[in-house]
C-alpha cells in the first residue's frame, strides 16, 4: 500500500504545481519593482500585478531600471527568462522609453529595424516554448505643453509594437493609448498624483523633492496595472480566468 499511496501523493505534487502559471513581465523602469517599496513612493505598473491575480498567478517581474529591448538581450536578461519558460506561462512585454537613448550605443535601437526584431525575437521564441506572448506599448509620460494638451514623447516605437502584433497575430495591449486617456482624465494638475511629485520636505524618500513625469507613484501604478487587466479581460485571454473579480 505504501507505494501506491507515494506514487498519488508525488502526482498530486505535480498536479499542484502545475496549476500555477507564471507570468514574467520583460521592460524598463516603468515596469520594474522599486527598492523598499514601504518607503518608496515610486512603483513599476507590473510591481503592483500580484494584487490582481488570485493564488494561481506568480508574477515574475524581470523588467530592470534603464534596459531597452537591445540591453536586456545583450545582457542576457533574456535568455535568463527564456530557459525558464514553460508551457502556459506568458510573456509581458513593455519596451520603447530606453531604445529612443540614440546617444547610448547600447541601448538605443532603430524603431523600424532592431526595435522590431527584437520584439519580434521575444515572440517567437516565447511561443517556441508553448507560452503566450502579449505586447504592450509603452506608457506616455506626463508631457502637457502650455496649452494644456498631452504631446507624444515615443515616436514611432509605439507603432511597430502595433504593426507587428498585427503581423504575427500577438494579443496587445496599446497602453499608449489608453495612459494617455488616464493622464488627460486626471488633467494637467491631478495628472501629478500618478507620477512622482514632492515639495522639498514633503516626503522622506526625497528629502530635497522631487518631480518626476515619467515613473509612477502607487496610484499611478495601480491605474496602470488596472487598465492592463481590463484590457486583458476585454481580449477573452485564457489568463482572464485568473483575475480577481
Given at each position: ?7 498519488f ?18 521592460g ?17 505598473w507590473?510591481?503592483v500585478?500580484?494584487e ?14 534603464g ?23 506568458y ?81 496587445f ?40 513625469n515619467?515613473h509612477?507613484?502607487k ?5 496602470v496595472?488596472?487598465l492592463a487587466?481590463?484590457e486583458?479581460k ?12
Amino acid at each position: 500500500m505504501r507505494i501506491p499511496f507515494l506514487v498519488f501523493f508525488i502526482l498530486l505534487s505535480f498536479t499542484g504545481k502545475a496549476q500555477v502559471t507564471t507570468i514574467y513581465c520583460i521592460g524598463d523602469s516603468t515596469m520594474a519593482d522599486k527598492v523598499n517599496p514601504l518607503e518608496n513612493p515610486e512603483h513599476g505598473w507590473a510591481q503592483v500585478l500580484p494584487e490582481f491575480f488570485n493564488e494561481y498567478i506568480q508574477v515574475a517581474n524581470r523588467a530592470v531600471n534603464g534596459r531597452s529591448s537591445k540591453s536586456f538581450i545583450s545582457e542576457g536578461r533574456w535568455d535568463a527568462v527564456s530557459k525558464n519558460l514553460f508551457p502556459g506561462d506568458y510573456v509581458f512585454i513593455q519596451f520603447g522609453h530606453n531604445d529612443q537613448k540614440f546617444k547610448d550605443s547600447t541601448r538605443y535601437t532603430n524603431p523600424h529595424t532592431t526595435y522590431r526584431a527584437n520584439l519580434k525575437r521575444f515572440v517567437l521564441e516565447t511561443r517556441e516554448k508553448g507560452a503566450y506572448p502579449i505586447l504592450f506599448s509603452s506608457i506616455v509620460r506626463r508631457n502637457f505643453n502650455e496649452f494644456g494638451t498631452l504631446v507624444d514623447t515615443h515616436g514611432l516605437y509605439p507603432m511597430e509594437v502595433r504593426l507587428l502584433a498585427r503581423e504575427m497575430n500577438v494579443p496587445f495591449v496599446d497602453l499608449q493609448y489608453l495612459t494617455e486617456r488616464l493622464e488627460t482624465s486626471y488633467g494637467v494638475e491631478g495628472s501629478k498624483s500618478l507620477h512622482l511629485h514632492f515639495q522639498k520636505g514633503e516626503h522622506p524618500f526625497y528629502p530635497n523633492g522631487k518631480i518626476d513625469n515619467t515613473h509612477l507613484s502607487k496610484k499611478g501604478a495601480m491605474e496602470v496595472a488596472g487598465l492592463a487587466i481590463a484590457e486583458i479581460k476585454s481580449l477573452g485571454l485564457p489568463l482572464s480566468k485568473f483575475i480577481k473579480h
